[in-house]
């Protein structure tokens, strides 16, 4: 037997060892990290998970629509209370009623929907919303508010309707005839 195979064999094991070990990286490794593959942010507090969260708005507009998911893993139903942003006054309208085991949809047209006025940030420029629910906890979500273009043409806040629009009749209508007799 050689004289240096004894101690040889420890030293390729101890090297093994280490370079097989190296490919773990650990708890903060890249693939144990959320990802999220879309223009949108995720964010959760255990059993309320915040899905694909972004602001639509037109250049120049100060108004933006708040386009997201909101999904109940728990087993009770729960109640979106209230959204908050410093970037601006969102308005919530709408039942935001999450029933535990389902999802619901946020965008322009959806009910509920939410939209934030006097929005004080641009497209590419980031955003932080917080929503509160009745029985869970805050979640705070980071996201950006995207130009209402290309796959986000469709998502913007509805024109307001003029009060003179209204169902009442017009001075322009004419009663319906009075049958006349013979």
Do not use: W
């Not at 650990?26 to 959320?34: L, N, R």
């Amino acid at each position: 037997m050689h004289p240096l195979r004894p101690v040889l064999l420890p030293v390729l094991a101890a090297c093994a060892a280490l370079l097989l070990t190296g490919c773990g990286a650990g708890f903060g490794a890249q693939s144990v990290q959320t990802y999220a593959p879309s223009d949108g942010a995720l964010a959760d507090n255990g059993s309320i998970r915040v899905l694909n969260a972004l602001v639509v708005a037109e250049e120049g507009s100060s108004t933006g629509v708040i386009s997201m998911s909101l999904a109940n893993h728990g087993n009770r139903d729960d109640r979106l209370s209230g959204i908050t942003s410093s970037a601006g006054t969102v308005n919530l309208t709408g039942a935001g009623d999450l029933p535990a085991g389902s999802s619901v949809r946020f965008g322009a047209g959806t009910s509920p929907s939410a939209t934030i006025d006097g929005l004080k940030r641009r497209p590419g420029e980031s955003v932080t919303l917080r929503l509160t629910f009745t029985r869970s906890g805050p979640v705070t979500v980071r996201t950006v508010v995207v130009p209402a273009s290309g796959d986000y043409a469709e998502v913007t806040v509805a024109p307001s309707t003029p009060a003179a629009e209204s169902s009442s009749p017009t001075a322009t209508e004419s009663p319906s005839p009075s049958p006349t007799s013979s």
